[in-house]
């Protein structure tokens, strides 16, 4: 909030709308910034300080400028670009943008370049390549005499923003609109070489310079993947993204200030000519999910739906008295139920319970049932095997678990064996076994160490070649105090010895992650790294205060984990040295899942403004802020830094996460085309 003792004209109201103030500004009396945490108000142009009455401070997000270039079509519109440094060839290439098009009568119909690389010549230029708009609706290229219009028509002229893309991988090309590929694709007969100088919105060949809007122009020295085109294109990138050559991205420049157009990867200034310009404009924004359907489901959820191959997998217990307890399978498409199956028959209990251990691996479910003894807290645990095609149980009868108690982990087939995570009556356990017929074994550690009590924690076994690695907690016996533990044992547990057992010094709080010869064992706002062959520590690296709860993820030489600090971190798995970290803008509340290159996690809201949201980001290098705005107190910005800009990276689910606790409903959302 800022007071005036002058008149402003309205050429400063708009150019100083966006920019910090030094304090020493000609008539400016009151400049106010806001405190949260102290809940106060100071006027930095005089030192006062204010009081609040029936109010508070509160974080929000604040408004920011956002730019794009525009083109009148004109012959001498033009942003020149030199190119030093920025080499690719078809065999590893992706050209992309936002356009958003005139809708004046016959642009529609006008072939308009995009982006090209332009070899000035004395008779003709040479086009190396050019990425175009070819009328009606195609989009198409040239190559060094190579050309190709695609087949595809979906609209891209309506005057609305959409995303293009030409993607160049071993020769073969492939266009994408709004994130999704063209049906057609091209081979070139030959390989050929990028060069010259790089043009943006510029009459080239026999195309005219684009009557529009441009935005986040991006050249890559690698063919992205489709996942990459479609989860990206929402992503604000920052110009150190592995393979990136050329961004051209003004979202953040003051449209009535002097703007100079750079390549923000090489700090390269570009120069504009005839009508070309940097002007306001309504960027192209991720769009929310709709809800497609709902589904009521008749009993408590004790765990989140799982995706399988014929649907989305949901479990209910009837709490009404009936004692039921369902698996169902519901069409994704509609929401409607294909079959249900109900555990009682099949395990001749009573009163059964399915607890949250349900997995699945594809093609088969498998349910974890208790039922209690009479008169006890102990339970019959036992493990359903069902075609998630048909609702039918696979084995002859369920695996019986005695003599354990109840489900510590979900059941997971890992390396072609079965396992589940269970209480015993004097310790925690491993129940393992053959997923097609259900013979399944149990062992509990109490058997292996003696001296072990009772677990109530244990994460989800994961497996190499060798061994199967736990991370559990035993409680305290007259022998000795409870401990934190991770456990190695044998790939064939058969044997039931404890190839090597560590002690950690504060509680797990997250699946462990494992690579090629360490193991990562979340425990708080650290990440203990362990060998694989003996269990000492390689490494631990203390990310923040708050706590990793769901499990990192590996890829490559790189460890990724989120906290529930808002940021997502990555890590050297050799020497734990952070690489980068960047802020999603609250609490990352789920597992971290990789896909085709693009982590996905989602985040929980901060309960004010901003609600939960599925995030989509890039798993090598920093993914340019694929997340939510960081919060701030709404100030002037008192410390004069610029805040950094984020946004959401392509939403999967809308509503609230995590989808792992006990719920009436089951919703399902889809983007603006249905996918």
Known sequence: MRVWSVARSAQQIASWRWAPLSLTEPGLTVRTSFDASGQVITNQAGGATGSITAGKVITTDLPAPSCALSFSGGSQDSVNMLTAGVQFDSSAATLECWMKMSTAAGVAATGQALVCMVQLGDQQSVLQPLFAYAGNDALSFSWRGTSYQSADTRPVSDGAWHHVAVVFNQNYVTFYKDGVAAADVFQMPALQQSEGMFQIGAAAGSMAAINGELYDIRVWDNACTPAQISSYQYVTLIGNEPGLKVLCNRSGANPALPTVVVNQVTGTKAGMTGNAAV???????????????????????????????????????????????????????????????????????????????????????????????????????????????????????????????????????????????????????????????????????????????????????????????????????????????????????????????????????????????????????????????????????????????????????????GSTDGTLYALDTAAGTEQWRVDTGSAIVTDLVNEDSVLYFANAGDGVGTGPAFLAGQDAGPPARAGRSPRRPASDNPTGRRPSRVRPGRARAAGPAPADRPGRTAAAGTGPHGR
């Open 279 to 561: 002007v306001a404009a309504v960027l192209p924004q991720q769009p929310l999910p709709a809800s497609v359907w709902t589904y009521p489901t008749p009993g408590e959820s004790p765990t989140g739906p799982l995706l399988s191959q014929q649907g989305l997998l949901c479990t209910d217990n009837d709490t009404g008295g009936t004692g039921g307890a369902f698996l169902r399978s519901v069409e994704l498409e509609t929401g409607q139920v294909r079959w249900s199956y109900d555990v009682r028959p099949e395990s001749q209990l009573t009163s059964v319970v399915i607890p949250a251990a349900v997995g699945t691996d594809g093609s088969t479910a498998y349910v974890g049932v208790q039922s209690p003894y009479e008169q006890t807290s102990l339970n019959f645990v036992e493990i359903h095997a069902v075609d998630v095609a048909t609702g039918e149980p696979v084995w002859q009868q369920p695996a019986h678990l005695a003599p354990a108690t109840a489900f510590l982990t979900r059941p997971v087939v890992l390396g072609g064996t079965l396992y589940a995570g269970v209480q015993g009556l004097s310790s925690g356990g491993l129940a393992w076994g053959d997923p097609a017929s259900g013979a399944m074994q149990v062992r509990f550690f109490a058997e292996a160490s003696h001296q072990e009590g009772q677990s109530q924690f244990m994460t989800e076994p994961v497996v190499d070649a060798t061994s199967v690695y736990i991370g559990r907690n035993a409680a305290a016996t007259p022998a000795g105090a409870a401990e934190m533990l991770v456990s190695a044992l044998p790939a064939d547990p058969q044997q039931w010895t404890i190839t090597w057992q560590v002690a950690l010094s504060a509680d797990i709080t997250a699946d462990l992650a494992l690579g090629s010869s360490t193991l990562f064992v979340p425990t708080g706002g650290t990440i203990v790294a362990l060998n694989t062959a003996d269990g000492s520590t390689k490494w631990s690296h203390q990310l923040s205060g708050s706590k990793v709860q769901g499990r990192p993820v590996v890829i490559g030489s790189t460890l990724y984990a």
